[in-house]
């Protein structure tokens, strides 16, 4: 008789081997269950601001290269009207960087806010994957100005009035608008409407128009503030670098400040659940 048999007949039961699931799933469930989780809106608005001080580095460092912005996109708007008159005389394609700055802006704005959407604009993995698009988009612009792939008007060139245009440069200018379009995006999702990160027209408006102006605690007004003033630094921290290094430089440090945030969303805290 097979020995099970008589285990059986005798009334004694066998033990049931239970399977455990393999440890490696339930590693990557706790971590699709971690990013699936919404982050806490507190102090969200620290990682806007630090947005801010990344659009005045690539403004300044986009204007002064290829005389248009990646951010500010009135300003583009401004450029590409005088496209239609020929003007500036020196820079007769200058529109066209604009026009180019623009559409990807605006194409990087409608396809960052649909995924967004879809997956959850707060929820953690959304924003860590948002920011790391972003910095890498910049990553490609700065290898492909660093490999000289690009060509960089010299300031002995600049001085001259009149600099030669490279179509290709059109690249990474189109990679460097669309993560620009992430920004304005992560702050709606966050609703700091009142800092946008890449315009000040509205910001300054804002900002004298607030009755509430001259109250000691005025957690907006204090925001506002503080993007003009980070916008006004990066430009100035921009132009500084690309004196003394050139531009890659200052797109390395702008990447490397996106991917701080990025990091710095691995680790924010969750939303707190409401009890009810």
Same mark, same amino acid.
């Given at each position: 008789?097979d020995?099970?048999?008589? !285990?059986? !007949?005798?009334?004694?039961?066998?033990?049931?081997?239970?399977?455990?699931?393999p440890?490696?799933?339930? %590693?990557?469930q706790?971590? /699709?269950d971690?990013?699936?989780?919404?982050?806490?809106?507190?102090?969200?608005?620290?990682?806007?601001?630090?947005?801010?001080y990344?659009s005045?580095l690539?403004?300044?460092?986009?204007y002064? #290269?290829?005389?248009? %912005?990646?951010?500010?996109q009135?300003?583009?708007?401004?450029?590409?009207?005088?496209?239609?008159?020929?003007?500036?005389?020196?820079? +007769?394609?200058?529109?066209?960087?604009?026009?180019i700055?623009?559409?990807?802006?605006?194409?990087g704005?409608?396809?960052?806010?649909?995924?967004?959407?879809?997956?959850? +604009?707060?929820? /953690?993995?959304?924003?860590?994957?948002?920011?790391?698009?972003?910095?890498?988009?910049?990553?490609?612009?700065?290898?492909?100005? !660093?490999?000289?792939?690009?060509?960089?008007?010299?300031? #002995?060139?600049?001085?001259?009035?009149?600099?030669?245009? *490279?179509?290709?440069?059109?690249? +990474?200018?189109?990679?460097?608008?669309?993560?620009?379009?992430?920004?304005?995006?992560?702050?709606?999702?966050?609703?700091h409407? *009142?800092?946008p990160?890449?315009?000040?027209?509205?910001?300054?408006?804002?900002?004298?128009?607030?009755?509430?102006?001259?109250?000691?605690?005025n957690?907006?007004?204090?925001? /506002?503030?503080?993007?003009?003033?980070?916008?006004?630094?990066?430009?100035?921290?921009?132009?500084?670098?690309?004196?003394?290094?050139?531009?890659?430089?200052?797109?390395?440090?702008?990447?490397?400040?996106?991917y701080?945030?990025?990091?710095?969303f691995?680790?924010w805290?969750? !939303?707190?659940?409401?009890?009810e």
């Amino acid at each position: 008789m097979d020995p099970k048999d008589e !285990e059986l !007949e005798n009334g004694r039961q066998l033990p049931i081997a239970i399977e455990k699931a393999p440890a490696k799933s339930d %590693f990557w469930q706790r971590l /699709r269950d971690y990013h699936s989780t919404q982050v806490d809106k507190k102090w969200t608005s620290l990682p806007v601001l630090a947005t801010s001080y990344v659009s005045g580095l690539t403004d300044s460092a986009a204007y002064n #290269a290829w005389s248009c %912005f990646i951010s500010m996109q009135t300003g583009n708007t401004v450029f590409l009207g005088l496209g239609a008159s020929h003007q500036p005389l020196n820079k +007769p394609l200058g529109w066209l960087s604009s026009l180019i700055s623009i559409a990807c802006f605006m194409t990087g704005v409608s396809i960052i806010a649909f995924c967004s959407r879809k997956a959850g +604009p707060i929820l /953690r993995g959304t924003l860590v994957v948002s920011f790391f698009v972003q910095a890498t988009l910049i990553v490609i612009a700065a290898a492909l100005v !660093e490999g000289k792939i690009i060509p960089i008007a010299t300031p #002995a060139e600049q001085a001259t009035g009149r600099v030669k245009y *490279h179509y290709i440069s059109l690249l +990474p200018l189109a990679f460097l608008a669309f993560q620009a379009g992430g920004q304005i995006v992560v702050s709606r999702s966050f609703g700091h409407n *009142h800092i946008p990160s890449i315009v000040l027209t509205s910001l300054y408006s804002d900002l004298v128009a607030d009755p509430l102006f001259f109250q000691p605690v005025n957690v907006k007004r204090n925001e /506002r503030i503080a993007s003009a003033v980070l916008v006004l630094t990066g430009a100035i921290t921009g132009g500084w670098v690309m004196r003394k290094a050139d531009m890659a430089a200052v797109l390395w440090f702008a990447a490397a400040i996106k991917y701080t945030i990025m990091t710095g969303f691995i680790f924010w805290p969750a !939303e707190k659940a409401s009890s009810e």
